[in-house]
């Protein structure tokens, strides 16, 4: 079978089955383990996640006709192919995740809302829901890998930005909670940013964004601003421990925003499309509203505000800075991509990536792109001070773009901080190049 294809469950002598088309684009079939049979189950929707449990099938579309309301989950009886939607409280606004225990009698959903997580357990007669058990964890935790350890207990991992990762389980019936790792944090990170804070802003087409902000516990009047964009882009950035965020927050007063801008998973499969092929400059949009949104903040300083993104949150990183130069005090690029159509002109480049990207034989969409692409307006870049990352074994960007980039902003006599890793590729980091990082930011604040 060609393309992207992954087992997410089996049950007996059936599997589940998704094929990767695009991010916002995955399709169920259901293998017959004796006979090699394949059934396809769901071929319109996108369907991220699939699970097998007591004689049905469970899955969560995105744009399926027999949704009626969302958050959808489908049910299918195996046997009579019979689908039906389950339903869930009106308080239930998204899904993430699904898990049904092995007797499917129970049913685990983790969620989220800009970005924060929810653990909910709900009961299960037949295929429906019958009630909900009480909340057990507060909402201020990333919960990943949830598993069920038998019929009545489930085992997940938590944190948050205070908080590394920690293995913890919980007994249903007993209401008990096991701590199966303890986790250590060193003193001098230990209290010294806020809880995250829920960010939201409009849009130029009134769009809500949103993301989350960390900020030192003691910080000045006005503080300055670091924006995370994330890469993919097609993923959701949620509050992790993360300890570059403590020590630039509680050292240097910085206040440091992580945005899920347009394009980024757990909004909706419109939301995860709203950046593709020509709509690519509507992203760059997003991050200029957030500067907007940051000028109208007593709190924080719009005239000290920095970029940081990696990969594709690196193009958009600095993209952003091409338009608005007169409003960035600095730009960390990481590994980034520096040129859609040189991106797209590698062998490497598949079907996932022209859904998102565009198809590079499609000269119209590729001019335009080359509008946005840092690689094609370097003479636009206003001197705005720039640390660049690079790995030499990184295979996903061309090497030649990065280098061109460069040397082109050098050669106009802008200020280019650079590291070049002979030993990585795609991702290059490590505490060399955050200390890197932290010395860029404390120089130019």
Not at 226 to 243: A, E, T, V
Not at 313 to 340: D, M, Q, W
Not at 353 to 378: F, I, R, T, V
Not at 412 to 431: A, L, Q
């Amino acid at each position: 079978m060609k393309g992207v294809w992954e087992v997410m469950d089996t049950e007996g002598d059936q599997a589940v089955l998704k094929y990767w088309k695009a991010s916002s684009s995955q399709h169920l079939y259901i293998l017959d383990l004796k006979t090699a049979q394949l059934t396809p189950v769901d071929e319109k929707a996108n369907s991220r996640r699939a699970f097998l449990a007591g004689g049905h099938l469970f899955w969560t579309p995105d744009g399926n006709e027999l949704c009626k309301k969302d958050p959808c989950v489908l049910s299918m009886n195996l046997k009579s192919k019979k689908v039906s939607q389950l339903r869930f409280p009106e308080n239930l606004l998204s899904i993430n995740d699904v898990k049904v225990s092995g007797d499917g009698k129970r049913l685990l959903i983790t969620g989220s809302r800009d970005g924060i997580d929810f653990l909910r357990l709900f009961q299960l007669k037949g295929n429906k829901i019958a009630q909900e058990y009480p909340p057990f964890l507060p909402n201020a935790y990333v919960v990943w890998h949830t598993r069920w350890m038998s019929h009545n207990e489930i085992v997940y991992t938590i944190e948050n930005i205070g908080k590394p990762a920690s293995i913890q389980s919980f007994n249903i019936d007993t209401k008990q909670f096991t701590d199966w790792t303890k986790e250590k944090l060193p003193p001098v990170l230990e209290n010294k940013v806020s809880a995250p804070e829920v960010i939201r802003w409009k849009s130029f087409d009134q769009r809500e964004i949103s993301g989350y902000m960390i900020r030192p516990k003691s910080s000045a009047t006005k503080s300055p601003v670091l924006i995370d964009i994330h890469g993919g882009p097609q993923i959701l950035d949620r509050p992790l421990f993360n300890s570059q965020d403590i020590r630039l927050a509680s050292n240097l007063g910085l206040t440091i925003m992580h945005t899920n801008i347009r394009g980024s998973s757990g909004f909706g499969k419109e939301f995860m499309d709203a950046d593709n092929k020509e709509k690519r400059a509507d992203a760059v949009k997003d991050m200029r509203a957030l500067l907007d949104w940051i000028g109208k903040r007593p709190d924080l300083d719009a005239d000290k505000v920095f970029l940081r993104g990696g990969s594709y949150g690196g193009f958009i990183a600095l993209s952003t800075a091409l338009h608005e130069p007169e409003r960035i005090r600095g730009v960390i690029a990481e590994y980034p991509l520096v040129s859609i159509r040189g991106m797209l002109g590698q062998s490497w480049v598949d079907e996932f990536a022209k859904n998102e990207y565009g198809d590079p034989m499609d000269e119209k969409l590729m001019a335009s792109l080359d509008q946005l692409s840092p690689l094609n307006n370097a003479d636009k870049w206003n001197n705005v001070p720039l640390l660049l990352t690079r790995g030499k074994l990184d295979s996903r960007n061309p090497e030649k773009d990065v280098l061109d980039l460069r040397n082109q902003l050098k050669a106009r006599g802008s200020d280019v901080w650079f590291i070049y890793s002979t030993n990585d590729g795609h991702g290059v980091s490590g505490r060399y190049v955050f200390a890197a990082v932290y010395k860029f930011l404390k120089t130019k604040i």
